[in-house]
């Protein structure tokens, strides 16, 4: 299965300012790559604080949330709360038959999935806006190398970097 993980990133290399920090700041392009991708895609995988910052499900795909409490019960057919390791969780969406899937953050989620080796890609979208200080990519120190596969302007102000992650 292919993981593409997709964000925006500020000038400065920041997701967020915080970790409840509503992405309003991306622009209409970035929306507008976003939903295609992850359309495309059929399924997202996000932290549990990232979902509570959408505040719902994205529809016509399927959301993954990763939470370590076991009291959260979806109410919704595309909403699935696990506790499953990332490995496990692509494990399962293989069986069911997906061959994509993107993450969506956060930064605590994105580690998770590089430290297993389970990020295939990585969709940077680069807004103008510096933070000075937020949530980075990762939460940990590590350590990629990256080969870059495109890059496109999307809007006068917002570019994009699509890379594929070497495998060490």
Not at 13 to 20: F, L, P, Q
Not at 104 to 130: D, H, R, S, W
Request: with cysteine.
């Amino acid at each position: 299965m292919k993981v593409t993980l997709m964000v925006a990133l500020t000038a400065d290399g920041k997701i967020a300012k915080d970790a409840s920090h509503y992405p309003d700041w991306t622009g209409s392009a970035d929306k507008k790559l976003f939903r295609q991708i992850t359309l495309d895609a059929g399924v997202i995988i996000m932290g549990s604080a990232t979902y509570t910052t959408i505040g719902k499900p994205l529809p016509n795909r399927r959301n993954i949330v990763l939470t370590r409490r076991s009291d959260r019960v979806s109410m919704h057919d595309n909403l699935e709360f696990t506790r499953r390791k990332p490995y496990e969780i692509i494990r399962k969406l293989e069986s069911e038959g997906f061959g994509r899937a993107v993450l969506i953050g956060g930064a605590q989620i994105n580690t998770l999935f590089a430290k297993a080796g389970l990020i295939n890609e990585m969709i940077l979208t680069y807004c103008p806006k510096v933070f000075g200080s937020g949530l980075s990519l990762f939460s940990e120190p590590l350590s990629l190398d990256l080969a870059l596969l495109a890059t496109k302007q999307l809007d006068p102000h917002v570019f994009y970097a699509h890379y594929r992650v070497k495998s060490p």
